[in-house]
Each structure stands twice: as C-alpha cells, then as structure tokens.
C-alpha cells in the first residue's frame, strides 16, 4: 500500500498562475483534509471532506478551492496564486470522521513557492 | 472554536535526560489528543494518542497524561537519544460534536544532543 500520495513535490508559481494539487489514498479511508504548514504556524487546516461527496472549509479556505473526486482522491485548487499562499501542503486522510478511529495519515507534502 | 497552546516552541536536552512538552485546550468537549512527530522534511506521524476517558498512557519511551479539569496534557519522553530530535505537534478534538476535525498546536523542536 502506497498510503497517502501527492502530486507534485515541488512547484513555483508567478502571482496570479493557476494549479491544482492532488492528492489519493489507498486506504479505503472516507474523510480527507488538506492542511498548509508555514513555520512556526503549526498545521492549519484548509478544507476537509467528511465523506465521498461532502467538502468544508477548515480554519483557512480563502483562496482555495477543493474537490472531491471520488473516495480515494481530493484535489486543492489554487486559482489565482499569491505570495501569501507559499507554504508546504499536507493531505491526509483518516478511516472515520467524528469517531474516535480519527488516526491521520499525511503524505509526503508538496512545497509551493509563490513569487 | 477549539484552540491549542503548545510550549516550548523549542526544547533543547541531553542524551539520557527525559523531555517535556506541555499542551493546553480551549474547548472542554475536546476528547481526543493525538501527538506528532515531524521529522526534518518529512511527513508527520502519529506517535501516540489519549482519549478523554483515560487520564494517563504510555507506549515505551513516551507516554502522555491528560488533565481534563485543568484542560492540559503533555507528552513525556523518557531516555532521550538523537533520533528523537524532530518537531512534535499536540492536536485536539471534539469527536460527535458538529465537527471532528484536529485543531494542532503551532509545535515543539526538540533537540537532543549526543
């Protein structure tokens, strides 16, 4: 099992560009998340999908949006790019949302710098 | 909405001397409190968890206690050795609330040195 997996690893954008992240897991899991961390900020989480068909937004949506493709995948998007968006995106995925069974598995993150 | 405090920001020990982190909770319907461990350039990964109903838990070298009153747990490290050196974050969380999602703390860098 590969996990969670992320697509790409690196990527710079100009101000203003477009670009989705992606994101799938192999777990059979039903929620996902996407989180950013910025140092000394800790994780803070941008959009969640409770389930195949639901997605909401976590402590900091604007200038997101999401998609939830299907069970295994959840995509970020990033419509117009903002040095304010540089940062390292974490997906993650977890078996059960609002349960105790609530573990969080991260992928390997991708590092996205804004110029 | 939930808000976790995490101190230090950064903790510096020796080989063989034990380390503290402390966490501190916003929301009292929080009960669930995961920790953890970020390596340099790495993903994080869950090293160890508590529920609201146990007070107390320990797996090897580390072990986590929870103070629901006074709203604070902490992680606990015992016989440190360099490849414990990495960034810990505590999380909590209200599971069967409107929301069951981990708010994290902004984490600690723990060195150890040899």
């Known amino acids: 099992n590969a996990g969670v997996t992320q697509t790409p690893k690196f990527q710079v954008l100009k101000t203003g560009q477009s670009m989705t992240l992606q994101c799938a897991q192999d777990?059979?899991?039903?929620?996902m998340y996407w989180y950013r961390q910025d140092p000394g900020m800790g994780l803070r989480l941008i959009y969640y999908?409770?389930?195949?068909?639901?997605?909401d937004k976590g402590e900091v949506p604007n200038g997101y949006n999401v998609s939830r493709l299907n069970k295994r995948e959840f995509s970020l998007r990033l419509e117009s790019a903002a040095p304010s968006q540089t940062s390292v995106y974490f997906c993650?995925?977890?078996?059960?949302?609002?349960?105790?069974?609530?573990?969080?598995?991260f992928g390997p993150g991708t590092r996205l710098t804004v110029l | 909405g939930e808000n976790v405090e995490q101190h230090p920001s950064t903790l510096s020990v020796q080989e063989g001397d034990s380390a503290v982190i402390k966490c501190t909770y916003s929301d009292s319907a929080s009960n669930y409190f995961p920790w953890y461990k970020q390596e340099l350039g790495k993903r994080p990964q869950l090293i160890i968890d508590?529920?609201?109903?146990?007070g107390e838990k320990k797996d090897q070298r580390i072990a986590v206690t929870l103070n629901k009153t006074a709203k604070h747990f902490s992680l606990h490290i015992t016989e440190t050795q360099p490849e414990d050196s990495a960034v810990y974050f505590c999380a909590a969380s209200n599971y069967g609330g409107s929301q069951g999602n981990l708010i994290f703390g902004k984490g600690t860098k723990l060195s150890v040195k040899p």
């Open positions: 508590i529920r609201s109903n146990v």
């Open positions: 777990m059979n899991h039903n929620s």
């Open positions: 993650a995925s977890s078996g059960r949302a609002f349960s105790y069974y609530n573990e969080q598995f």
């Open positions: 999908s409770a389930s195949e068909g639901t997605t």
